[in-house]
């Protein structure tokens, strides 16, 4: 397509005659129609014009060319354009992603490392496990236990079936004391109402083998570290540390078991609670360290007046 066509072209796209095109840069209706004809072509001032007035450029109007190829080429342009900023976009989102990612890692990595470094031997740690179940027989029951470190512990486990008030009473104690070598057992008999005592033959050390604070909060990290690809999760090594991925779901025998898990200041496990098909758990976990008292917070419930008259020898 010549300078002629494409005049004629954009003239009759605008709706415009020979004589009015004219009026609009200032020419003659001859001269259009000479133009129009190919019998000659315009100065350079007026090709300006006749650019501007169509908004098309002086090299568009000179070189023999189509308009449905100067559009798809302008289509071409946008859509490279286009692509490059979302090319762009891309980029920038993938790398605040990655370097999230990385960030993550990291905060998971110290407080593993963190919790790893934990000695409960003297600490005074307390482990309080309570599980309810609403389901046909409806029973609730609860273990606590206490830690002097590896010094003495007291294990304690009740339980309470909403139907027979006289089972609220702990129906086995545990206790023990390394380094006067005492340990032993009270279990709870219901027709008497009294607690039979027997020694514990085993070592003791056995009972002292397992850090629960320490352990459950190094699994719970270990078990979390796929959130750190998760862009919604958000991972802190500040003192108030908080995971807003805390909640979790998996499947157990067909049921779906909610598990959120709770940490304290310094990203020890500090709370745990499930529920699975009409049964709550619920575990809560704490320590402290207190040098003048480390020993003396566990009593003996030979020692304990709640326990007299009930313990048989």
């Known amino acids: 397509m010549n300078f002629s066509e494409k005049l004629i072209k954009l003239r009759k796209e605008k709706g415009l005659s020979q004589e009015e095109l004219g009026y609009k840069i200032n020419v003659s209706r001859q001269a259009v129609s000479k133009w129009e004809s190919n019998q000659s072509k315009p100065e350079i001032e007026k090709l300006k014009e006749i650019s501007n007035f169509f908004n098309v450029s002086i090299d568009y109007l000179l070189n023999d060319t189509n308009i449905e190829n100067a559009q798809?080429?302008?289509?071409?342009?946008?859509?490279?354009?286009?692509?490059?900023?979302?090319?762009?976009?891309?980029?920038?989102?993938?790398?605040?992603?990655?370097?999230?990612?990385?960030?993550?890692?990291?905060?998971?990595?110290?407080?593993?490392?963190?919790?790893?470094?934990?000695?409960?031997?003297?600490?005074?740690?307390?482990?309080?496990?309570?599980?309810?179940?609403?389901?046909?027989?409806?029973?609730?029951?609860?273990?606590?236990?206490?830690?002097?470190?590896n010094i003495k512990m007291l294990m304690?486990?009740?339980?309470?079936?909403?139907?027979?008030?006289?089972l609220e009473t702990p129906q086995y104690i545990i206790y023990i004391d390394k380094d006067n070598h005492i340990g032993y057992e009270l279990?709870?008999?219901?027709?008497?109402?009294?607690?039979?005592?027997?020694?514990?033959?085993?070592?003791?050390?056995?009972?002292?083998?397992?850090?629960?604070?320490?352990?459950?909060?190094?699994?719970?990290?270990e078990n979390r570290f796929w959130f750190a690809l998760n862009p919604l999760c958000f991972v802190s090594l500040s003192n108030e540390y908080n995971d807003e991925c805390i909640k979790n779901y998996y499947f157990k025998d067909f049921h779906i078991v909610s598990a959120t898990y709770e940490y304290d200041n310094v990203g020890l496990i500090s709370n745990i609670t499930e529920y699975y098909n009409y049964e709550y758990k619920t575990i809560t976990y704490s320590y402290d360290y207190v040098p003048e008292h480390f020993g003396d917070s566990i009593i003996s419930p030979l020692e304990d007046e709640d326990f007299n008259g009930k313990i048989i020898f």
């Open 156 to 166: 304690i486990s009740s339980g309470l079936n909403l139907d027979q008030t006289d």
């Open 187 to 221: 279990n709870y008999d219901s027709n008497e109402k009294k607690y039979e005592y027997s020694n514990l033959d085993t070592d003791f050390d056995d009972y002292f083998q397992t850090n629960d604070v320490k352990e459950e909060t190094l699994k719970t990290i």
């Open 72 to 149: 798809n080429t302008e289509q071409k342009n946008l859509v490279r354009s286009a692509t490059k900023k979302l090319s762009i976009l891309f980029i920038l989102i993938l790398g605040i992603y990655v370097i999230t990612v990385i960030y993550k890692l990291i905060a998971l990595s110290v407080l593993y490392n963190r919790a790893n470094s934990f000695s409960e031997d003297n600490y005074w740690m307390n482990v309080n496990t309570e599980f309810s179940s609403h389901y046909n027989d409806k029973y609730n029951s609860e273990l606590d236990i206490s830690r002097d470190g």
